[in-house]
Protein backbone atom coordinates (compact mmCIF):
# COMPACT_ATOMS: atom_id res chain seq x y z
CA UNK A 1 0.00 0.00 0.00
CA UNK A 2 3.02 2.66 1.33
CA UNK A 3 4.25 1.54 -3.02
CA UNK A 4 1.57 2.66 -4.27
CA UNK A 5 0.58 6.10 -2.13
CA UNK A 6 4.51 7.00 -3.12
CA UNK A 7 3.74 6.04 -7.02
CA UNK A 8 0.56 7.93 -7.06
CA UNK A 9 1.73 10.80 -5.16
CA UNK A 10 4.43 11.20 -7.84
CA UNK A 11 2.05 10.62 -10.72
CA UNK A 12 -0.24 13.33 -9.16
CA UNK A 13 2.55 15.88 -8.12
CA UNK A 14 3.93 16.14 -12.09
CA UNK A 15 0.56 16.26 -13.25
CA UNK A 16 0.06 19.14 -10.99
CA UNK A 17 3.39 20.21 -11.64
CA UNK A 18 2.26 20.36 -15.62
CA UNK A 19 -1.27 22.07 -15.40
CA UNK A 20 0.51 24.92 -13.10
CA UNK A 21 0.05 28.28 -15.03
CA UNK A 22 3.50 29.04 -15.58
CA UNK A 23 4.58 25.50 -16.87
CA UNK A 24 1.01 24.79 -18.57
CA UNK A 25 1.07 28.21 -20.56
CA UNK A 26 4.53 27.49 -21.60
CA UNK A 27 3.60 23.79 -22.91
CA UNK A 28 0.29 25.19 -25.01
CA UNK A 29 2.72 28.06 -26.35
CA UNK A 30 5.34 25.31 -27.65
CA UNK A 31 2.86 22.73 -29.04
CA UNK A 32 0.69 25.27 -30.80
CA UNK A 33 3.87 26.95 -31.75
CA UNK A 34 5.53 23.63 -33.35
CA UNK A 35 1.67 23.09 -34.98
CA UNK A 36 2.26 26.32 -36.57
CA UNK A 37 5.35 25.04 -38.57
CA UNK A 38 4.63 21.53 -39.22
CA UNK A 39 1.47 21.26 -42.37
CA UNK A 40 0.65 17.34 -41.36
CA UNK A 41 -1.27 16.55 -38.34
CA UNK A 42 0.82 13.46 -37.98
CA UNK A 43 4.10 15.12 -37.88
CA UNK A 44 2.64 17.50 -35.37
CA UNK A 45 1.83 14.60 -33.41
CA UNK A 46 5.00 13.37 -33.14
CA UNK A 47 6.65 16.64 -32.63
CA UNK A 48 4.68 16.95 -30.14
CA UNK A 49 5.65 13.68 -28.39
CA UNK A 50 8.87 14.96 -28.81
CA UNK A 51 8.73 17.58 -27.17
CA UNK A 52 6.78 15.62 -24.17
CA UNK A 53 9.15 13.15 -24.03
CA UNK A 54 11.82 15.62 -23.64
CA UNK A 55 10.39 17.15 -20.62
CA UNK A 56 9.77 13.56 -18.82
CA UNK A 57 13.19 12.76 -19.35
CA UNK A 58 14.16 16.06 -17.84
CA UNK A 59 12.49 15.53 -14.89
CA UNK A 60 13.54 12.04 -14.33
CA UNK A 61 16.60 12.21 -15.06
CA UNK A 62 17.27 14.97 -12.91
CA UNK A 63 15.64 13.52 -10.08
CA UNK A 64 16.90 10.23 -10.62
CA UNK A 65 20.61 12.01 -10.32
CA UNK A 66 20.01 13.52 -7.12
CA UNK A 67 18.74 10.88 -5.15
CA UNK A 68 21.16 8.39 -6.62
CA UNK A 69 23.56 10.91 -5.64
CA UNK A 70 22.79 11.66 -2.43
CA UNK A 71 21.89 7.85 -1.98
CA UNK A 72 25.22 6.73 -2.79
CA UNK A 73 27.15 8.25 -0.64
CA UNK A 74 27.83 7.02 2.95
CA UNK A 75 28.20 10.25 4.96
CA UNK A 76 24.91 11.56 3.33
CA UNK A 77 23.12 8.38 3.24
CA UNK A 78 23.53 7.90 6.84
CA UNK A 79 22.57 11.54 7.40
CA UNK A 80 19.22 11.33 5.66
CA UNK A 81 18.33 7.72 7.49
CA UNK A 82 19.24 9.88 10.73
CA UNK A 83 17.24 13.21 10.04
CA UNK A 84 15.17 13.19 6.78
CA UNK A 85 12.50 11.99 8.57
CA UNK A 86 12.52 15.04 10.90
CA UNK A 87 12.85 17.12 7.92
CA UNK A 88 10.10 16.02 6.02
CA UNK A 89 7.15 17.74 8.51
CA UNK A 90 8.84 21.14 7.96
CA UNK A 91 9.45 20.73 4.29
CA UNK A 92 5.87 19.86 3.47
CA UNK A 93 4.64 22.55 5.17
CA UNK A 94 6.88 25.40 3.73
CA UNK A 95 5.63 23.83 0.21
CA UNK A 96 2.14 23.56 1.36
CA UNK A 97 2.84 27.10 2.04
CA UNK A 98 4.39 28.41 -1.58
CA UNK A 99 1.65 26.29 -3.12
CA UNK A 100 -1.08 28.40 -1.21
CA UNK A 101 1.25 31.68 -1.96
CA UNK A 102 1.57 32.65 1.48
CA UNK A 103 5.52 32.10 0.80
CA UNK A 104 6.40 33.82 -2.61
CA UNK A 105 9.34 32.93 -4.77
CA UNK A 106 11.09 34.66 -7.25
CA UNK A 107 13.00 32.60 -9.78
CA UNK A 108 14.45 34.40 -12.97
CA UNK A 109 15.34 31.00 -14.62
CA UNK A 110 16.60 31.26 -18.40
CA UNK A 111 14.65 31.81 -21.86
CA UNK A 112 15.55 30.61 -24.96
CA UNK A 113 16.56 33.21 -27.97
CA UNK A 114 13.93 33.15 -30.84
CA UNK A 115 16.66 32.00 -32.84
CA UNK A 116 17.56 29.12 -31.36
CA UNK A 117 14.21 28.53 -30.45
CA UNK A 118 13.08 28.66 -34.41
CA UNK A 119 16.38 26.16 -35.06
CA UNK A 120 14.99 23.59 -32.59
CA UNK A 121 11.33 23.55 -34.29
CA UNK A 122 12.70 23.32 -37.49
CA UNK A 123 14.56 19.99 -36.63
CA UNK A 124 11.89 17.87 -36.09
CA UNK A 125 11.12 15.52 -33.42
CA UNK A 126 14.78 15.88 -32.07
CA UNK A 127 14.42 19.61 -31.94
CA UNK A 128 11.07 19.16 -30.56
CA UNK A 129 12.49 16.51 -27.70
CA UNK A 130 15.48 19.11 -26.91
CA UNK A 131 12.88 22.15 -26.80
CA UNK A 132 11.30 20.19 -24.11
CA UNK A 133 14.09 18.96 -22.06
CA UNK A 134 15.50 22.92 -22.06
CA UNK A 135 11.74 23.94 -21.02
CA UNK A 136 11.27 21.90 -18.36
CA UNK A 137 14.51 22.06 -16.11
CA UNK A 138 13.23 26.87 -16.62
CA UNK A 139 11.47 25.97 -13.33
CA UNK A 140 8.50 28.23 -11.46
CA UNK A 141 8.40 28.84 -8.34
CA UNK A 142 5.84 26.31 -7.93
CA UNK A 143 7.24 23.54 -10.63
CA UNK A 144 10.49 23.90 -8.51
CA UNK A 145 8.61 23.59 -5.06
CA UNK A 146 6.55 20.69 -6.36
CA UNK A 147 9.64 18.97 -7.36
CA UNK A 148 12.70 19.80 -4.92
CA UNK A 149 10.31 20.36 -1.82
CA UNK A 150 8.06 17.34 -2.35
CA UNK A 151 9.01 14.60 -4.88
CA UNK A 152 12.84 14.44 -3.98
CA UNK A 153 11.84 14.20 -0.18
CA UNK A 154 9.53 11.96 -1.13
CA UNK A 155 11.23 9.83 -3.23
CA UNK A 156 14.39 9.28 -0.35
CA UNK A 157 11.73 8.33 1.80
CA UNK A 158 10.30 5.59 -0.16
CA UNK A 159 10.88 2.18 -1.22
CA UNK A 160 10.46 3.28 -4.94
CA UNK A 161 13.34 5.97 -4.45
CA UNK A 162 14.55 6.44 -8.00
CA UNK A 163 11.72 4.88 -9.29
CA UNK A 164 9.68 8.32 -8.40
CA UNK A 165 11.14 10.70 -10.46
CA UNK A 166 10.12 8.70 -13.85
CA UNK A 167 6.74 8.29 -12.48
CA UNK A 168 6.87 11.72 -11.89
CA UNK A 169 8.07 11.92 -15.47
CA UNK A 170 5.32 10.54 -17.11
CA UNK A 171 2.68 12.80 -14.95
CA UNK A 172 4.18 15.98 -15.90
CA UNK A 173 3.65 14.43 -19.95
CA UNK A 174 -0.03 13.32 -19.62
CA UNK A 175 -1.32 17.13 -20.07
CA UNK A 176 1.29 18.05 -22.31
CA UNK A 177 0.49 14.74 -24.72
CA UNK A 178 -3.62 15.23 -24.29
CA UNK A 179 -2.94 19.40 -25.90
CA UNK A 180 -0.94 17.65 -28.94
CA UNK A 181 -3.14 15.14 -29.69
CA UNK A 182 -5.81 17.94 -29.68
CA UNK A 183 -3.78 19.62 -31.82
CA UNK A 184 -3.21 17.52 -34.35
CA UNK A 185 -6.71 16.37 -34.70
CA UNK A 186 -7.44 20.38 -35.25
CA UNK A 187 -8.76 21.48 -31.69
CA UNK A 188 -9.44 24.97 -32.35
CA UNK A 189 -10.84 26.14 -28.13
CA UNK A 190 -7.43 26.10 -26.93
CA UNK A 191 -7.96 28.95 -24.94
CA UNK A 192 -11.08 28.23 -23.75
CA UNK A 193 -9.36 24.93 -22.46
CA UNK A 194 -6.43 26.67 -20.97
CA UNK A 195 -8.70 29.24 -18.98
CA UNK A 196 -10.84 25.78 -17.93
CA UNK A 197 -7.83 23.92 -16.68
CA UNK A 198 -6.26 27.32 -15.52
CA UNK A 199 -9.05 27.46 -13.03
CA UNK A 200 -9.18 23.78 -11.72
CA UNK A 201 -5.49 24.09 -11.05
CA UNK A 202 -6.03 27.16 -9.00
CA UNK A 203 -8.00 24.71 -6.49
CA UNK A 204 -6.08 21.49 -6.93
CA UNK A 205 -3.28 23.15 -6.09
CA UNK A 206 -4.59 25.19 -3.29
CA UNK A 207 -6.21 21.59 -2.20
CA UNK A 208 -2.96 19.95 -2.22
CA UNK A 209 -1.18 22.78 -0.19
CA UNK A 210 -3.70 21.99 2.76
CA UNK A 211 -2.63 18.64 2.72
CA UNK A 212 0.55 19.22 2.44
CA UNK A 213 0.56 21.35 5.43
CA UNK A 214 -1.61 18.85 7.59
CA UNK A 215 0.69 15.96 6.61
CA UNK A 216 3.31 18.38 7.38
CA UNK A 217 2.14 18.97 10.71
CA UNK A 218 1.39 15.70 12.02
CA UNK A 219 5.09 14.03 11.09
CA UNK A 220 6.45 17.45 12.73
CA UNK A 221 4.25 16.51 15.82
CA UNK A 222 5.31 12.72 15.83
CA UNK A 223 8.91 12.86 14.61
CA UNK A 224 10.18 16.53 16.16
CA UNK A 225 7.81 17.86 18.35
CA UNK A 226 7.55 13.85 20.22
CA UNK A 227 3.53 14.97 20.65
CA UNK A 228 2.86 11.07 20.17
Known amino acids: MGLLISLG ?28 KITHPFMVLISGLGYTLGRMVAYAVL ?26 GPILIITGLIL ?9 GFTLSQKHHNKLVESGALGAFLLGLIFALAFCPV ?66 GVIFIIVGLYYTGIYVLRLI
Open 9 to 36: SALWLGILTSISPCPLATNIAAVSFLSK
Open 63 to 88: GWVIISSLLTIPQAAQFLQKYMVKAL
Open 100 to 108: LEVIKLKLS
Open 143 to 208: SAALFFGSLIPLALNSKAGTLLPFVYGIGTGLPVLGFAVAIALGVTSMSHWFHRITKLEWYTRRIT
